[in-house]
């Protein structure tokens, strides 16, 4: 059953680094985002990505966030300074297309840790 | 996005049936009902989704009011690997992309 990847599963970092978050997708899924969950807390949605642009962001997601997808498979969560309460597990999710009708298919997630 | 109510947590025997409910009182016509879960230190995996009618799928049933404020999961055998916190969300049929978790329903199941 194809499945959405993660890497690093766990990455650690100074505070003020840039660090980048790779997900490969489903591959014949068109939307893809990120979520993140701070230790015992909500899951909350970062961003959406459709036709190669952001199609929603919140407001977590500010100018030191970022995502691309550099190639037909990858897609990638930039956080250029970090900060320790950017420390939290990163979900990358996938679907087919946008809306209720279809289902998002999550990854293991990585785990940031800021010092 | 339309607001969802779940109970904190519910416990089960393994082998029995478990029904998580879930209250929308608020949900609108096009909103589809989807749940989600998360077992211990993994990602939120799909479980099932539906707008008027029951579903089924391999992994458990859903059970719509018929007035759609509120809605039932169903795991027709409870496993210890059925141990998770299932979320109830609400998502427009054809506008929005981001789901909104709430804290939803931490499902214990005793051996």
């Known amino acids: 059953e194809p499945e959405v990847t993660q890497t690093p599963s766990h990455q650690v970092t100074q505070m003020g680094q840039e660090v980048i978050l790779r997900c490969v997708p489903i591959?014949?899924?068109?939307?893809f985002y990120w979520y993140r969950q701070i230790l015992g807390q909500k899951v909350e949605f970062l961003v959406s990505?459709?036709?190669?642009?952001?199609?929603?962001k919140s407001e977590i997601f500010d100018d030191q966030f970022s995502v691309e997808r550099p190639d037909g498979s990858n897609f990638t969560l930039k956080i250029r300074s970090t900060k320790l309460e950017d420390s939290a597990m990163y979900f990358c999710?996938?679907?087919?297309?946008?809306?209720?009708?279809?289902?998002?298919?999550f990854g293991p997630g990585t785990r940031l840790t800021v010092l | 996005d339309a607001k969802t109510t779940q109970p904190n947590s519910m416990e089960s025997n393994e082998e029995e049936p478990v029904h998580l409910p879930c209250n929308h009182s608020?949900?609108?016509?096009?909103?589809?009902i989807h749940w989600y879960r998360q077992l211990p230190s993994q990602g939120p995996e799909y479980v099932i989704h539906?707008?008027?009618s029951n579903v089924n799928n391999r992994m458990a049933s859903l059970a719509i009011a018929e007035d759609r404020k509120s809605s039932t999961l169903i795991l027709h055998r409870a496993t210890l690997r059925d141990a998770a916190v299932y979320y109830c969300?609400?998502?427009?049929?054809?506008?929005?992309?981001?789901?909104?978790f709430g804290p939803g329903t931490r499902l214990s199941v005793l051996p």
């Open positions: 999710a996938s679907s087919e297309g946008g809306g209720g009708r279809n289902e998002q298919f």
């Open positions: 591959s014949n899924h068109l939307y």
């Open positions: 990505f459709y036709n190669n642009e952001i199609s929603e």
């Open positions: 608020t949900i609108s016509g096009t909103d589809y």
């Open positions: 539906g707008l008027t």
């Open positions: 969300i609400l998502h427009p049929y054809n506008y929005g992309q981001n789901f909104v």
